[in-house]
């Protein structure tokens, strides 16, 4: 199905092909039409599956029919600084031909300059629950003309310890209004909260694992846990590894390693909840320039980044989270590009390897050709074999096809102005 078919006016289908896609995702596909229609939602989908563009489209499309106030008519909470800030360049882009504007506002700045383009009008507000309720108790920000509503990431803003600010902010809005909210799982905790807000839903699942899993090729790499740094360096020697984005457990660890590959001669920048946003954003800014070949980033920090053409994610360190695995490695493998994830696994971190095959049912190929490679008993995993990974791949590419147009991400990822300006 083309973009044509989903009723989507003129002036967004020529920003939507101004950006370079050709075909709708699957969950823009599902998603639009429902939204369009005014109607609740629930989306079990995660960043990378073109969520943004699934809301943002019918809420330009739909605020640009209705009257035009000068009230803030769309709210988007969502968990973190970086996904404030694409989500609002996904809207200047989707929208760039016409006349809203859209905001993005969350903490760890200033709020003078936030304050400042509040007073400007916006009709899209793009925020972090915590910043927006500091704004609101100070009546900066009214939220009672608000039609649309979206929470993304919702499993996220909950994980985060958001639930009581995102509940207090939903009240705030009138209960005559369009609800959407996405999510990469769905647990108890957000279907109570689904069913507390949400009248008469559409369900939307797309399934994520299948669609990132299989373009990315896993391995483990076992070592110990004192040769890890050394076994990273040798990875490192592969020169097609232009692009690295590395995941530490913790913070300190992520500024250790930084300045460690640093010392190496290795260009390296960590980017974590420490680091002031400037920092962020600047760390970001020159990874995606490729003027920084790894970018060292813990998990809250990485979360929704949109990075393309990177050639591969190591995890450093095992996520205590089997999810976080999927959300980690589906940094790479986007866009058409062949993903590349390697696991360094020690003793210590086998059940957790273990937990992470379980929850994306197949073994993970173990990679013994490095001078590290230790043997480690027990786990299931270390059956080195190609042909268990295949297997599931095709078994996995059955049920992927269903939902998945055949060309999406082919060729449609181009570098537009507009796109790079979101590396900004
Ligand atoms: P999201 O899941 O919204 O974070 O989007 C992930 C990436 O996919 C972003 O870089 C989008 O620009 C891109 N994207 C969204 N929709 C499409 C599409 N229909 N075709 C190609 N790329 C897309």
Do not use: W
Not at 111 to 116: G, H, L, N, R
Not at 133 to 144: A, F, P, V
Not at 192 to 203: E, F, H
């Amino acid at each position: 199905m083309s973009f044509n078919k989903l009723e989507i006016i003129e002036p967004i289908l020529a920003a939507v092909q101004s950006q370079g896609y050709e075909l709708p995702s699957p969950i823009q596909e599902q998603a639009i039409p429902i939204l369009l229609s005014k109607k609740d939602m629930m989306a079990s989908a995660q960043t990378g599956t073109g969520k943004t563009a699934a809301f943002a489209i019918p809420i330009l499309q739909n605020i640009t029919r209705s009257n035009n106030t000068l009230a803030i008519k769309a709210l988007i909470l969502t968990p973190t600084r970086e996904l404030a800030m694409q989500i609002k360049d996904s809207f200047d882009n989707y929208g760039a031909n016409l006349s809203l504007k859209a905001l993005a506002i969350y903490g760890g700045v200033n709020q003078k300059s936030q304050v400042k383009n509040i007073k400007k009008h916006p009709d899209i507000l793009v925020a972090t629950p915590g910043r927006l309720l500091d704004l609101i108790n100070q009546k900066i920000i009214d939220l009672n003309q608000v039609q649309y509503l979206v929470l993304d990431e919702a499993d996220r803003m909950l994980d985060m310890g958001f639930i009581r600010d995102v509940k207090k902010i939903i009240k705030l809005v009138p209960e005559k209004r369009q609800t959407m909210l996405f999510s990469a799982t769905l647990p108890k905790s957000i279907l109570n909260l689904a069913n507390s807000i949400l009248v008469n839903p559409t369900r939307v699942q797309i399934t994520p694992e299948e669609t990132t899993l299989e373009s990315i090729k896993q391995s483990v790499f076992y070592v110990k846990i004192s040769d890890k740094f050394k076994l990273l360096l040798h990875i490192l020697k592969n020169k097609e590894y232009q692009s690295v984005l590395l995941f530490s457990r913790t913070k300190r660890f992520a500024n250790k390693i930084t300045k460690q590959l640093n010392d190496h001669h290795i260009s390296a920048i960590a980017i974590h909840g420490n680091k002031s946003q400037s920092a962020r954003t600047e760390a970001l800014y020159k990874f995606k320039q490729n003027q920084v070949r790894v970018l060292v980033a813990t998990d809250v920090a990485s979360r929704g980044i949109d990075i393309d053409e990177l050639s591969l994610v190591i995890n450093y360190n095992l996520p205590d989270v089997p999810e976080t695995y999927i959300h980690r490695i589906g940094r790479t493998g986007r866009a058409n590009q062949k993903g590349n994830a390697i696991t360094l696994v020690c003793e210590e971190e086998t059940s957790l390897l273990k937990d992470i095959q379980k929850h994306i049912q197949m073994e993970i190929p173990v990679n013994k050709e490095h001078p590290y490679n230790i043997e480690i008993k027990d786990t299931k995993a270390k059956n080195n074999s190609n042909k268990t990974q295949m297997t599931q791949t095709k078994k996995k590419k059955k049920n992927h096809h269903k939902n998945t147009p055949r060309n999406y991400h082919s060729n449609s990822k181009k570098k537009t102005p507009s796109n790079k300006s979101k590396a900004k």
